[in-house]
Nanobody, 114 residues
Framework: VQLQASGGGLVQPGGSLRVSCVIS????????MSWYRQAPGKQREWVAT???????NYPESMKGRFTISRGSGKNIVYLQMNNLKPEDTATYYC?????????WGQGTLVTVSS
């Protein structure tokens, strides 16, 4: 399984951005897709998860501003981020989990600054 994240960039505070993760290679029907982020000097933190039936889950701190979704072909997962704040600045990573194994993408940098 290979993951390619994209869509990061510079956005002003209060703005929105959508990042994408394209999944390729051998995938399994039952799997979990997640987004994490890591800011400079901080630990990686969980942002959102969507399972193969489409159900999504978020930590309390991410609810309301972040939305994870799938593309129609299910080989692409999005993270819509609204009302962005400078503290959302981080590299955003997607993760594919199936059969006890995790696969990570390379990350896409999101910078929130005026």
């Amino acid at each position: 399984v290979q993951l390619q994240a994209s869509g990061g960039g510079l956005v002003q505070p209060g703005g929105s951005l959508r990042v994408s993760c394209v999944i390729s290679g051998r995938t399994f029907g039952a799997h979990v897709m997640s987004w994490y982020r890591q800011a400079p000097g901080k630990q990686r933190e969980w942002v959102a998860t969507i399972i193969s039936n489409g159900a999504a889950n978020y930590p309390e701190s991410m609810k309301g501003r972040f939305t994870i979704s799938r593309g129609s072909g299910k080989n692409i997962v999005y993270l819509q981020m609204n009302n962005l704040k400078p503290e959302d600045t981080a590299t955003y990573y997607c993760k594919y989990s199936a059969r006890g194994t995790d696969h990570w993408g390379q990350g896409t940098l999101v910078t929130v600054s005026s």
